[in-house]
């Protein structure tokens, strides 16, 4: 079996785009994946056009040496738009391997060591109110692992506006209210998205009494991790961080030093289930549980769940459609990703079941997604009050 061909399916789902990667076999057995680079859709199909002009006529069955090929044959190796595409193609190879061997991805990963994949929802909401209603209603359909995002006491005049400063106490009374609501068997974290200082962060967490949190989540940007290890020793609440790590060696630093408590993985990003893997078995030995990225569509979704069904350290999956979040904005949108994705993971109450159909599980309509259009789209460019650029 050789690779025969590679393709590139950007399409516009609910309020962002999904790029679909199939890897065809000389064979007819295809595999899908899918690159986490959201909004650099275009960067990512012109690494997938320069791997595709060498991995025509490879044998896909030797994805490991695949990896090595794609990763280590240029002198400017790594970095996010490369591995974005590189992850795709992983990913669509084990598609590949678990279809022409009749086994679930799972298998290829060493099996199965639990049979459904618990997650955490976010609690939506503009305001402090609409958060705590939010986490309510998540609450009474089970849900037990709430994320909650960042609060500001008032609009601000432009979109576009966010002052750390302004958030910081806000955010904070309302999660105390959350944990009074909701009592201490609830599971709550706080998305923070870099968006603070080391100082600004401490400040947050020192504001919060002590068990409000049980994990803040890139509370910081990532690329110092002297930063973190600052931070660590101004708070005791536990770090989840790494969805934007691009390799092991990115992680190496927050497993090594123990800078994060929850690994953050984001298979669309990392290098696909080969680099994956290693960042399970490495956070496995710090006593470091996963607690996936998982952003965009049923692609990534399935190759998460497998991966997680195939680790013994894992916590939570993240999943972005629930009673008080979609992702896909509108029921069209969730109804167009069921036509283009007929078979596709599905949630069942809290949890995804894990499928055992060859491969991924996941069938794309390409007649389809062919009819689908790309668009621009840009993350939000924030500002503070003074004008400077702040992170989004």
Known sequence: MRIRDIKSYPVWVGNRNQLIVKVETDEGIYGLGESGLSGRELAVMGALQHFREFLIGKDPMQRGRIWQELYRSQYFEGGRVLLAAQSAIDIALYDIVGKALGVPVYQLLGGKQRNIIPCFATAAGETGEQMLE?????????????????????????????????????????????????GSELTLGIDYHHRLSIAEAASFCQRLPAGTLDFLEEPIRDEAPEAYEALRKLTNVPFAVGEE?????????????????????????????????????????????????????????????????????????????????????????????????????????????????????????????????????????WERVDGSVTNW
Not at 138 to 154: A, C, D, E, F, Y
Not at 251 to 274: K, Q, S
């Open 134 to 182: 939010s986490a309510e209603l998540l609450w009474s359909h089970g849900w037990r692992v709430i994320r909650t995002g960042t609060l500001l006491p008032r609009r601000p005049a432009s979109s576009n506006h966010f002052e750390p400063r302004e958030s910081i106490p806000y955010t904070a009374q309302w999660l105390v209210k959350v944990r009074e609501t909701l």
């Open 245 to 381: 790590f691009s390799s092991k060696w990115q992680f190496m630093p927050y497993l090594e030093r123990h800078l994060t408590d929850y690994a953050r993985v984001d298979i669309c990003n990392v290098g696909g289930f080969t680099e994956a893997m290693k960042v399970a078995g490495w956070a496995e030995a710090h006593y470091i549980d996963l607690m996936p990225h998982n952003p965009l569509g049923p692609v990534c979704t399935a190759a998460t769940i497998h991966l997680a069904a195939a680790v013994p350290n894992f916590a939570w999956l993240e999943v972005r459609v629930t009673q008080s979040e979609n992702l896909y904005q509108s029921a069209s949108a969730l109804n167009d990703v069921d036509a283009l994705f007929p078979v596709q993971p599905r949630l069942e109450g809290t949890s995804f079941p894990v499928s055992d159909a060859p491969g991924l599980g996941v069938e794309l309509d390409e007649t389809l997604v062919k009819s689908h259009t790309w668009q621009f789209w840009e993350a939000p460019h």
